[in-house]
């Protein structure tokens, strides 16, 4: 353990044994029985007063004071002085207190929480949070029309006067011109109105660790956690970047470590005057915008009911409709003139508007004393005399079935067909 963590420690269990101590400071009222004894809070009279204990008293880092009526003890550098700073440094100490780990720019030191501006161009600014430095340029943001130029040293051009909505604001009062963004900073300068859009300063913690107040424009850190300088390396978030190398954080963020300091460049988007649900960050970009509203389209009315822009609809079989812009279009279909090969024919399907080549009925015939024309137009001759199966459905559903009988003609060499069968399950013989 290095001297100084042992001193500190050391710090910590006075201030406890001197509490301790001083709430059993013990004035015996009587004799007890056993071994119990009684004690009381040392009291004081005067409010704030500093109280020496002889324990700690050559202690300078802690302090007694009265505080209602009651001795209480303290490190003087209480924590919530610490609550800005994320990054505080193992074994150095200013006073009492831990150091911030602060920013070095050119040789110049600054401390965490600064900003300041370039002297030669006032929308160049800076700002230093526990060893990371932020360069933005200032965005103006102009409330009114007929706008002054900015003065000399300033960045942006200002609206005459100081009087919104009735109200009227003295130099350096805050004025809330929009609400859309919080990070939009109007305030009166010399008599007249200067808005900016604050850039929030890059942080370095890591995300996990961002807070964000309501009604604040940038986040902060939340908590502290004590490094060591790195011999030139830096830290941001939970990242370590080698001195001289570069990082983008983001596409707006684009980072340099210079001798265990990290410069930052960062685009400071426009101002957006929508509310956080209407906004959207298109990709690869930096800024969110406000997201355009969708096109209202037209649509048709038909009989009472509605067809969308582009929607397409038949009136009748040969005519077909569409909905342009909320006009409706109609066009009727022209049928060509065409021939059909061999065995087919023209005809109109269901729907359709135009006739169709389709394949011709078939048909097979029985003649003479008997010839057969197959359905694929084939020529048989068959003498035979008895009782046959002439055609039937081949789908298995019997929808019909064709049977005849030949009988000899005059002679056992001829035969003719005598009888024919037609069944049909849905009509008759």
Excluded at 14 to 31: A, G, Y
Excluded at 82 to 98: I, N, V
Excluded at 205 to 234: A, M
Excluded at 320 to 336: A, F, L, N, T
Aim: include cysteine.
């Amino acid at each position: 353990m290095k001297p100084n963590d042992q001193r500190l420690t050391m710090v910590r269990f006075v201030v406890q044994t001197v509490i301790i101590m001083i709430i059993l400071v013990m004035t015996l009222n009587s004799p007890v029985s056993g071994s119990i004894i009684e004690g009381r809070l040392i009291t004081c009279k005067i409010e704030g007063e500093e109280i020496r204990i002889p324990f700690i008293a050559k202690e300078q880092c802690i302090s007694c004071r009265c505080q209602n009526k009651r001795i209480v003890c303290n490190e003087k550098c209480p924590s919530e002085q610490r609550k800005d700073c994320y990054f505080l440094l193992y074994g150095q100490k200013q006073s009492c207190c831990d150091i911030c780990k602060g920013c070095s720019v050119n040789g110049t030191i600054y401390e965490s929480g600064f900003t300041w501006a370039d002297p030669n161009d006032p929308c160049r600014t800076f700002s230093c949070e526990s060893g990371v430095v932020t360069e933005a340029r200032v965005h103006c943001h102009v409330p009114c029309r007929n706008y002054l130029s900015p003065a000399s040293g300033e960045c942006c051009p200002s609206c005459k006067g100081c009087t919104v909505g009735g109200r009227s604001y003295s130099d350096n009062q805050e004025i809330e011109v929009t609400q859309a963004d919080p990070c939009v900073q109007c305030s009166c300068k010399k008599g007249n109105i200067v808005c900016i859009k604050k850039a929030c300063p890059v942080l370095p913690c890591p995300e996990s660790k961002y807070t964000t107040k309501p009604g604040e424009c940038c986040p902060t850190c939340r908590g502290n956690r004590k490094i060591y300088d790195f011999n030139g390396r830096c830290l941001v978030g939970m990242t370590s970047i080698r001195n001289k190398q570069k990082i983008a954080l983001d596409y707006c963020t684009h980072c340099t470590c210079d001798n265990a300091t990290t410069i930052c460049q960062r685009t400071v988007c426009p101002p957006v005057h929508c509310p956080p649900e209407f906004q959207e960050l298109l990709p690869d970009q930096c800024c969110y915008r406000c997201r355009e509203p969708e096109e209202s389209k037209a649509v048709c009315m038909v009989n009472g009911r509605v067809y969308q822009d582009k929607e397409t609809w038949k009136k009748d079989r040969c005519t077909s409709c569409s909905c342009r812009d909320g006009q409706i279009v109609c066009e009727v279909v022209e049928c060509s003139h065409q021939s059909c090969p061999k065995r087919h024919k023209l005809k109109i399907l269901p729907g359709e508007c135009c006739p169709t080549c389709v394949e011709d009925d078939a048909v097979c015939s029985v003649f003479g004393d008997p010839h057969y024309r197959t359905f694929d137009g084939r020529i048989f001759n068959f003498q035979g005399s008895c009782k046959y199966l002439l055609a039937k459905d081949c789908n298995g559903n019997k929808s019909f079935a064709i049977q005849v009988i030949n009988d000899p003609r005059h002679s056992k060499t001829f035969s003719w067909t005598k009888v024919v069968k037609i069944k049909n399950p849905r009509c008759c013989v």
